[in-house]
Every structure is written in C-alpha cells, then in structure tokens.
C-alpha cells in the first residue's frame, strides 16, 4: 500500500461520509469549539471513555461552562462535576481523575497539559488512547490514536491482523504514512458509527464496497 492507495481511500471515505452528512466526532468538536483548548480536549477525552458521541458532547459542554483549566476546576465542588458530567460512564471515577489530573498540572506542569506522551501516561485514568488523541487534537502532533472503530475497521478491511488496540497502534504506524496519523482517528470513527458499523456494518453505501474484503462480517446491509 503506497502513499496512492491511502491519499484515494481517504478522499473516498471523506466524500461518502459528506454525502451521509456526519457529523465530526464529539472530542474534535470540542477542540474546533475551544480553540483547541489542551485541557478541555483532555477532559472531554476522559469523559468520552465508553461513552456515546452524544453524552460525551453534552456533558462536556456542561463542564466547560464552570471550568476550562486546572486552576477553574479545583475551585469548584466535586458533586458540581460530578453533575456536569453525568450520565456519562463513571462519572464518579472520572470526576476523581480530573481533580486529580488538575493539581498534578498545577504542582508538575505549571498548569498546562504536557505535550509528549511519557508526561501524558503519568496523568490518572491517562492511557495510550486519549495521550495520542489529546496530541493528535491540543497540539497537532503525529500519533496513531486506536479505539474500537480504527481497530475493527483496520482489520476489516484487511490492512492489519491484530488482536488488540494496542497491537493496531503499532502496526498501522508500519503501513501508514504520518500524514494520516493525526486524521485517521477522526475519520474512522465517524466512519464506524455511520457506515462500518460494529454490527450489520451498511456495506451497500460504502465507498469500499467492492474492494473490502469485509473481514469478520457474517451479515451486512
């Protein structure tokens, strides 16, 4: 696969979902609408965890509107967070990790989100995913950013052979060029929840239809 085969695939896989008018994923919609806020995007990144799109963009908004850095969201009670964010998945635990995150960016970091991954990895409830999509999102650096819509559509379509997220991580940065690194995420998600979707995955509107080799699919639509 040539830098050809990727620059055609992405056109086409953008022009199909323009055509289904999707909408961005809920994290890229915080960044567009926080001027790519380090702080917001983390903590939207957090709350989206096993989270719907729709629970995550709302209840992010919620929170922003008490507090878009550390220092704002230490000075607010915890029941207020935990209100601003719920109904997302554990709202509890990850209302705990952000106060958390808060003052080690205060004690550690003046108060900012670290740019590289080794500092990210570090924060509480922090792992490989929402480091590179904080990077991806806050600070425009290149990192392959794997949920469960890039890994099964990787593997789908054949790209890859992995078992885990992680493992897609690191053989998609053997096959891709960097380029892409920052846009797959965003585009495979929004991909996989209107199109190549986990079940029954619309392979009849799909730009890939014909060239997929619909791996793991026993039914389609």
Avoid at 81 to 95: H, L, M, S
Wanted: glycine content about 2%; charged content about 25%; overall charge positive.
């Amino acid at each position: 696969m040539d830098n050809q085969y990727w620059d055609n695939l992405f056109l086409r896989l953008k022009k199909t979902l323009e055509r289904e008018n999707s909408p961005l994923p809920s994290v890229s919609l915080i960044a567009l609408n926080t001027n790519k806020n380090p702080f917001c995007i983390l903590a939207s990144t957090i709350i989206s965890l096993r989270t719907k799109d729709k629970v995550t963009l709302k209840a992010s908004n919620r929170l922003f509107k008490i507090a878009i850095s550390p220092k704002q969201l230490l000075s607010v009670e915890k029941e207020e967070i935990e209100k601003a964010i719920y109904p997302c998945a554990f709202y509890k635990r990850k209302t705990d990790n952000l106060i958390k995150i808060s003052k080690i960016l205060l004690e550690k970091f003046d108060g900012k989100v670290p740019s590289n991954t080794k500092d990210l990895l570090t924060l509480p409830g922090v792992g490989i995913k929402t480091a590179n999509l904080t990077l991806n999102l806050a600070f425009n650096i290149e990192a392959i950013c794997v949920d469960c819509h890039v890994h099964q559509i990787a593997n789908r379509m054949g790209w890859i052979e992995t078992k885990s997220a992680e493992d897609s991580e690191k053989e998609l940065q053997k096959i891709m060029p960097k380029k892409y690194w920052i846009i797959l995420n965003e585009l495979l998600v929004s991909y996989g929840q209107i199109i190549c979707t986990p079940i029954s995955p619309k392979c009849s509107i799909c730009s890939e239809n014909t060239n997929c080799p619909k791996i793991g699919v026993t039914k389609s639509r």
